[in-house]
């Protein structure tokens, strides 16, 4: 009689001693650079009280459970804002700036049969204290040099500002209604939406060109050059980390005006790692330096996550890539050499 198979829950997945190993290799690669970098490991509950959660203004708990006493407790959907609690708790006289790292799992609700996880490992670091620029091009340095350390070689950076569109909509005085359509739609980079919600709005012809212009503005450092009005702040912000990072970071980074992010809590830079091998971002994080004083010890902060499941796959493709093309090279070569001969 053949097995019953047992199913697991969609967006979960069993992970096999081969590809263990390979997970493992690349944790303890990221994990040595963190600890370079002056970065202390620290861990927090998988379950958090909901109302500890919903105080940070992160992403909403897919899954809750009561406990004994009635109360409920989720699951998190992220580590910074339990990170944000346990500095206001554990460390409210420790002087600034503070370094976290940590390796941990974290849970959010998917739609079904779209590949997206349920459960899945995060690497990543919250530096505390540290204000901007300087802090965030610290948090850009160590993503890049734990990116180095796995081996990943064509990785870049697109770095922007969570309020710089916001700076905008409240500059044109649009509604709140509004406001979190186009929000929504430009979260999800999906810029005929976009188009579309502009158009329902009483705007004059250049400021619908100007909401629907700026958040599509990617390049080098050069994009940064002509802002003026309600982006020229943004803009000198993200000019000010650029300029403090080092050569081998800056030429990674590639400027994107229209990067949001969909936590909540961001206020300033943000950044998402793309790389060619994978078709969605394989981690990212950003300023937010509001909050740790809904937390009761007003500090700025940034921090990364890095999604190790996607960081492996962008790793694999890139091998494959790379096999490819020396297959090629050696086929090529050899022709060559077979018709001097």
């Known amino acids: 009689m053949r097995p019953q198979i047992q199913p697991i829950p969609s967006g979960t997945r069993d992970v096999l001693p081969d590809e263990m190993r390979e997970l493992r290799d690349i944790t303890e690669a990221i994990r040595a650079v963190f600890e370079v970098d002056g970065y202390g490991e620290v861990s927090t509950p998988a379950l958090e009280y909901e109302a500890v959660l919903a105080r940070g203004g992160g992403a909403p708990p897919a899954y809750r459970v009561f406990d004994e006493h009635g109360e409920v407790l989720a699951l998190r959907t992220d580590m910074t804002v339990p990170i944000a609690r346990l500095v206001a708790t554990r460390y409210q006289s420790a002087d600034p700036p503070l370094r976290f790292c940590y390796f941990a799992h974290a849970y959010r609700g998917v739609r079904p049969h779209r590949g997206q996880m349920r459960e899945f490992l995060q690497a990543g670091i919250e530096l505390v204290g540290a204000p901007a620029p300087q802090g965030t091009a610290e948090a850009l340095g160590v993503i890049c040099h734990a990116l180095d350390a796995v081996g990943l070689r064509d990785y870049r ?25 186009l929000m929504d739609a430009l979260v999800r980079c999906d810029f005929v939406s976009l188009q579309a919600e502009l158009g329902r709005l009483a705007l004059d012809d250049a400021d619908a060109e100007l909401l629907l212009r700026v958040p599509q503005v990617r390049g080098g450092p050069e994009v940064l050059s002509d802002a003026d009005g309600p982006v020229a702040d943004a803009v000198a912000g993200l000019r000010g980390v650029y300029e403090l990072l080092a050569p081998e970071v800056a030429a990674r980074v590639i400027f994107d005006l229209g990067l949001i992010r969909k936590m909540g809590y961001y206020t300033g830079a943000v950044f998402d790692v793309y790389d060619p091998a994978l078709g969605a971002p394989l981690g990212g994080g950003g300023r937010y330096d509001d909050l740790l004083g809904r937390f009761g010890r007003p500090l700025p902060a940034v921090g990364f996550a890095l ?33 001097e001969l």
């Open 307 to 339: 999604t190790i499941d996607r960081l492996h796959i962008a790793l694999t493709g890139e091998e494959r890539s790379h096999d490819e093309v020396t297959a090629l090279s050696a086929g090529g070569h050899g022709e060559q050499g077979a018709a």
């Open 157 to 181: 950076i697109g770095l922007g500002d969570a309020s710089l569109y916001p700076t905008l909509l409240r500059s044109l005085a649009i509604a709140q209604d509004a406001c979190e359509a």
